[in-house]
């Protein structure tokens, strides 16, 4: 069984940066990419970025572009971070890792999330 294990959240106020991290745990696997979702109360997850492994190629959403970094550590440990700078308000949510594994045709291992709030 593989799991990912975010952390990293907390309490910042806007303005201020944070930086997530999001590491597998249990077997290897292999996968095409790895991303951030987020939620907000009362609102449904929504797609922060993504990092395709070969490569190491970025997409983000239009409302964190310029904003947030996706980056990993290395190839082998298959651990990513989201560098979150200028935070808002409006970025206070629950962030999820997720990874889409070879063969897989959507995002199908999810982690349990860590909480980011954003102070004004």
């Known amino acids: 069984q593989v799991q990912l294990v975010e952390s990293g959240g907390g309490l910042v106020q806007a303005g201020g940066s944070l930086r997530l991290s999001c590491v597998p745990s249990g077997r290897a696997f292999s996968h095409y990419a790895m991303a951030w979702f987020r939620q907000a109360p009362g609102k449904e997850r929504e797609f922060v970025g993504f990092?395709?492994?070969?490569?190491?190629?970025?997409?983000y959403a239009d409302s964190v572009k310029g904003r947030f970094t996706i980056s990993r550590d290395s190839i082998k440990n298959n651990k990513i971070y989201l560098q979150m700078n200028n935070l808002k308000p409006e970025d206070t949510a629950v962030y999820y890792c997720a990874a889409q594994t070879v063969g897989a045709t959507s995002w199908n291992i999810w982690g349990q999330g860590t909480q980011v709030t954003v102070s004004s």
């Open positions: 990092l395709r492994w070969s490569g190491g190629s970025t997409e």
